[in-house]
Nanobody
Framework: QVQVEESGGGLVLAGESLRLSCAVS????????MGWYRRSPGNERDLVATITFGGVTVYAPSAKGRFTVSGDFAKNTVDLQMNSLKTDDAAVYYC??????????????WGQGTQVTVSS
């Protein structure tokens, strides 16, 4: 099994910064991708940023230039540094991990989410 746990959410003022962290644990053989998604009320869960084992990063247009995703595939942790936060960034942020269990293909696992609230 794979356990995914996010931390670091909270309430900040517009313009401030926040850092989210995600830790993965369990009996898996490998992790190929880690990243962050978010869902605000009335919307679907959307990509924020991901990073692959090879170091390739993908950012949503709204995150480019303000957010930075960093992953440690040895420790199986992924962080999201969010700067210059806007009220539109308020959402529940979810950590996504693509991991492989023994005798199984790579599969996505998700955390429970952490709330980010941005006040004007």
């Amino acid at each position: 099994q794979v356990q995914v746990e996010e931390s670091g959410g909270g309430l900040v003022l517009a313009g401030e910064s926040l850092r989210l962290s995600c830790a993965v644990s369990g009996s898996f053989e490998a992790v190929s991708l880690m990243g962050w998604y978010r869902r605000s009320p009335g919307n679907e869960r959307d990509l924020v940023a991901t990073i692959t084992f090879g170091g390739v990063t993908v950012y949503a247009p709204s995150a480019k230039g303000r957010f930075t995703v960093s992953g440690d595939f040895a420790k199986n942790t992924v962080d999201l540094q969010m700067n210059s936060l806007k009220t539109d960034d308020a959402a529940v942020y979810y950590c996504r991990i693509r991991a492989k269990l023994a005798n199984r293909p790579f599969t996505d696992y998700w955390g429970q989410g952490t709330q980010v609230t941005v006040s004007s």
